[in-house]
């Protein structure tokens, strides 16, 4: 009988109708880890991705699910992003409502920042795991087996005893050894995960024609190793929220034989959740290699977090099946300034032989701006719009995809934390703020607060409709473009 559920949860309430999907129903990588170690502990795992789950089948709810799970003791529900503030409230709610004997159990960057706030406010959460939570959460799960658990030895574990909020010391950080034990790649304890994997594949402009292609998030390690102005997952964040002080990396030969079992299970695409560019060149070429020798061809779609070099560019290009695959790149803006002020180091004089050797090889690329960060003005949304009309002009527009995005701040991200440093003031500082900026931004009709205009943050000194006029110009560039040109999205 199963005794442990996870639920990935929404953006919106429980079984409340929906108004925006969006991208809520990607899990975060490392929760596949997480569930199948407890398997390995001799738990009975089940699992429920609610955002899918409503994709599939507008007429879901997730309460009789959940009325069906009785006997489990625990369930656990991420709440990393954000963007699921509200939402995995409601699912604790739901689960108390439906489950009563079950506890609840919350983790992922958002819950660790503000895990005293929501215990304190929210009786339906029992417990958060703050950082790394593989050992947490297997101590946890045998204690809770015991009529009278002895919960004050459990590292990174926040809980509630007599109204009052404890914090465990967080001393648990997991090493590259016990990431390499994990399993990052079985699915068999979540609802149709096939289905699943199908939402996961990244379409490329190669592939529209195919449908019911597979993809994989996979976790190759734990960290970063930069500081971006609006992420609440850089360096500094991983130290302060995990106590991590450099980047935990699964070994190459790990990433590589998970890969393997992808790709014989009939998954089409693998996408990396850390940039492998970022790293040492032997790192990455030893993980094209191993793949080459295995003769692994499996499509690849990689967000980079900096500018690849053209060796990466080439290994890359030898190694993936190119028409499943993609590159991502993020710009930020034209403006260089603007760029290096918000965390991203390069030139564009650094960008354009990069997007030669890409175009050269073929290769579907995706390019990401985001025009509301701090430093950003009329001028500098000019060369972002010079920049996207000389890239239209020399990449294949049947290869090309472009975007420009609002970003709404992370919690515990340089913006946040020192908002003097980009001359903004913040709008988003407690948990309550982000559950109310989920709850006042779910339904987009034309009176409603939309995402950009609810970003966290006010400029000091700049015209309340500058964003609205850059809204108006990105999306006539768009409409004049012969590639696949996203207008402003109203939500992720
Ligand atoms: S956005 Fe920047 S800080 Fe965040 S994970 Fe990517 S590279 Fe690291």
New binding site residues.
Partial sequence: MTDVLYVHPARHAVDAGYQDLGFYFLMPVGVIGLANMLRQQGHHVRGINYPAELLRDRSFKLKPWLREQQGAHLVMVDLHWFEHAFGAISVARACREVLPDARIVLGGFTASVYASEILQSFPEVDFIIRGDAELPLARLAAALAHPHPNLSTIPNLSYRENDRVIENVRTYCATSAELDALDFVTLDFLEHADWYRTLQFEPTNLTREMSGLRGHWLCIGRG?????A??????E?HRLLAGREQVTLRSVARVVEDIARLAHQGVDQVAFN??PA?FEESYWRALFAGLRQRNVRIGIYN?H??LPTLEFVREFAETADIARSEIAL?LLSGSERVRRNN??FFSNKRLYPVLDALAQAGIPLYVYFSFNLPGEDERSFRETLRLAEEIARMYPPHLLKMINQAHTIDPCCPISREPGRFAVQVTLRRFKDYYAYCQKTLAFGPDEVSPWQERGFTWRARPDDALESMIRQWNAFCSRQRFLCFRVPQSW
Avoid: R
């Avoid at 970063?224 to 971006?228: A, E, K, Y």
């Fill in positions: 970063c190793l930069f500081d971006c609006f992420c609440g997952g850089g360096k964040s850390l940039d970022i967000e977090f900096q993020t965390g991203k």
